[in-house]
């Protein structure tokens, strides 16, 4: 006899049940993060002073060319698109020495970002991690991210089942979660070489991806590239505050705007970069606001789809990204499921006030 429709109900329930249960029991089975130190830490009451002008000198400039105190015997090295990105292994980052640290910054500044596998850097604390990273210019105190209780220095990127920031930075009706920018380009001093360890990772998905905007300005015609030269564009901080209120999270610094041109050159490699991105670009100086849009929207898309001179970075444990935030952007790629956390750890150096070409 065929089951009446109370009991279909009761056994749909009672699968129901199980589903919960086993959700529930593989929940438990999670100890948490693998490094709970860097768990994202909010104070909405923490304040920072307005951040202030510092002298900044690159460390790659001081660099060997040859870059011996990095690239030894022992290291190999992958480049993954002719433009941009380069594995790097059989190196530590925490056993460089000054001429290899001021090495790796001039390395970064010429590949745009080195991926450097199964490294002890997530190990060494952060005490030896900010010393590090600071020798790339005083490190930003980030106005709205979660940081670390006790050390503001760190910007934390954490998804998971119980936290989900890309959910608060991405509206929710988008196609897709790519979102193009470089990092707090709002600041008067933006940053340089950016240090991006990785903690926790799903086994696949949330990749970087990252584009060269020195290929992307290369790309334009002698013309175009002429006419950008001359043009500065405002880069703000107020929209990144205004989620943050809204939300009940901090603002730990009143929100900064800032005016960089639209081509910048790097103090130690001399190429030209655009600098102009989605996150924080809102428009052009002295153009009105359809003309400002236009060429804003054009210069997105074509560093949007230019897939020959982006690449996609992927994690494994020990992964730690180097990227230089001058002649790159990049976006989080948010494709895995949040029951799966991933964990990863910002240490974010501002360099010189840019140069226009
Ligand atoms: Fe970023």
Do not use: C
């Not at 009991?7 to 919960?20: D, L, R, Y």
């Not at 009451?45 to 690159?58: A, G």
């Amino acid at each position: 006899m065929a089951p009446s429709v109370s009991e279909i109900a009761t056994q749909v329930q009672e699968a129901t049940n199980n589903v919960g249960k086993l959700n529930l029991q593989s929940a438990k089975q999670d100890n948490g993060p693998s490094y709970p130190l860097y768990y994202p830490y909010y104070d909405v009451n923490e304040k920072f002073p307005p951040t202030e002008i510092f002298e900044y000198s690159d460390p790659g400039a001081r660099a060997d060319p040859a870059k011996p105190h990095l690239l030894n015997a022992d290291t190999k090295v992958h480049h993954i698109s002719p433009f941009i990105g380069t594995e790097v292994s059989g190196v530590q980052i925490s056993q460089l020495s000054e001429e290899g640290l001021d090495e790796l910054a001039l390395y970064a500044a010429e590949r745009k970002v080195l991926i450097f596998r199964d490294q002890d850097f997530k190990d060494i604390g952060p005490d030896r991690q900010i010393e590090i990273a600071k020798r790339y210019g005083q490190i930003q105190r980030h106005p709205t991210s979660p940081n670390v209780k006790g050390y503001p220095e760190f910007h934390v990127v954490y998804r998971g089942a119980e936290h989900d920031r890309l959910k608060d930075i991405i509206r929710s009706d988008r196609i897709n979660r790519t979102q193009w920018h470089s990092d707090i380009s709002y600041e008067k001093q933006t940053p340089g070489t950016t240090f991006f360890f990785i903690l926790d990772q799903p086994d696949v998905g949330g990749d970087t991806l990252f584009a060269s905007q020195v290929e992307a300005y290369n790309r334009l015609s002698p013309a175009f590239q002429q006419r950008l030269e001359g043009l500065y564009a405002v880069h703000s901080a107020v929209e990144q505050a205004e989620i943050s209120r809204r939300r009940g999270g901090p603002v730990r610094r009143e929100p900064v705007e800032s005016v960089h041109p639209l081509v910048r050159r790097h103090p130690v490699t001399g190429e030209k970069a655009l600098y102009v991105n989605q996150g924080f670009t809102r428009n052009i100086v002295g153009y009105k606001f359809e003309e400002s849009e236009n060429l804003l929207k054009f210069l997105y898309d074509h560093i949007a789809k230019g897939a020959d001179f982006q690449i996609r970075a992927t994690y494994q444990p020990g992964t730690v990204i180097v990227w230089d935030n001058r002649v790159t952007v990049h976006s989080a790629t948010g494709d895995f499921d949040t029951s799966i956390r991933r964990h990863a750890v910002r240490l974010t150096p501002q360099a010189e006030i840019p140069i226009p070409a």
